[in-house]
């Protein structure tokens, strides 16, 4: 079956500018998790949904940045008003419920703000 | 502030075992540790998870204590192809939001 799948792979914009980055996960996964990797840095971990429901927003960098998911399935993750510093690649993870928690990650998108 | 480190880098040469271990101090003790093997331009590849004790597969074994403040991923008899980037990743304790570790960077040589 597919895999978690992530558009688009690249994405340059200018600062200010906002940008969606957008996660389908694997079909029939509930939980889906967001995070980011700068460049040649670890991952930082951002949101995490169970359904469309995300408990904790806290992780997310600034409040330029917000996170939705509809039907449960598909997740955008907006910046608004980017910044230099919001240069990284976005990867999303599913799973399939909370009990197993094994993480299947999507390709990224790799994010250049000018 | 949890934390959850590795070693920044290793080398070894083919057909050697492997042995890297996380230091974790505040991972949920209900919720398993998983290792993740990341190439460059591509996102984490799940290798094992576990809870407790030892675990195996067809690729790897996952070491955790009774103490689950660490763990340590063994890859049996690594190839040039095994060079990568390798993570460990946990839930913090009473809370919704996961943390991985430094990453160990593992060069294999022939």
């Known amino acids: 079956g597919a895999g978690v799948s992530q558009s688009p792979s690249n994405k340059v914009t200018e600062k200010g500018k906002d940008v969606e980055l957008r996660c389908d996960p694997i079909?029939?996964?509930?939980?889906l998790y967001w995070y980011r990797q700068s460049l040649g840095q670890g991952l930082e971990f951002l949101i995490y949904?169970?359904?469309?429901?995300?408990?904790?927003k806290s992780g997310l960098p600034s409040d330029r940045f917000s996170a939705e998911r509809t039907g449960g399935s598909v997740s955008t993750l907006t910046i608004q008003r980017t910044q230099q510093e919001d240069s990284a690649v976005y990867l999303c993870?599913?799973?399939?419920?909370?009990?197993?928690?094994?993480?299947?990650f999507g390709p990224g998108t790799r994010l250049l703000v000018l | 502030l949890a934390k959850t480190t590795q070693p920044i880098s290793m080398d070894s040469y083919e057909g050697q075992e492997v042995n890297i271990t996380c230091s974790h101090n505040n991972i949920a003790t209900n919720d398993y540790i998983t290792w993740y093997q990341q190439f460059p331009s591509q996102g984490p590849r799940f290798i094992i998870q576990g809870y407790k004790t030892k675990v195996t597969n067809e690729v790897a074994s996952l070491f955790i204590p009774a103490d689950r403040k660490s763990s340590t991923l063994s890859l049996p008899r690594v190839s040039l192809s095994d060079t990568a980037v390798y993570y460990c990743?946990?839930?913090?304790?009473?809370?919704?939001?996961?943390?991985f570790g430094t990453g160990t960077r593992l060069k294999v040589l022939a």
């Open positions: 079909s029939g996964h509930t939980a």
């Open positions: 949904f169970q359904g469309n429901s995300a408990p904790d």
């Open positions: 990743l946990g839930k913090l304790v009473r809370t919704y939001k996961y943390i």
């Open positions: 993870a599913s799973s399939s419920n909370r009990a197993t928690e094994t993480q299947y």
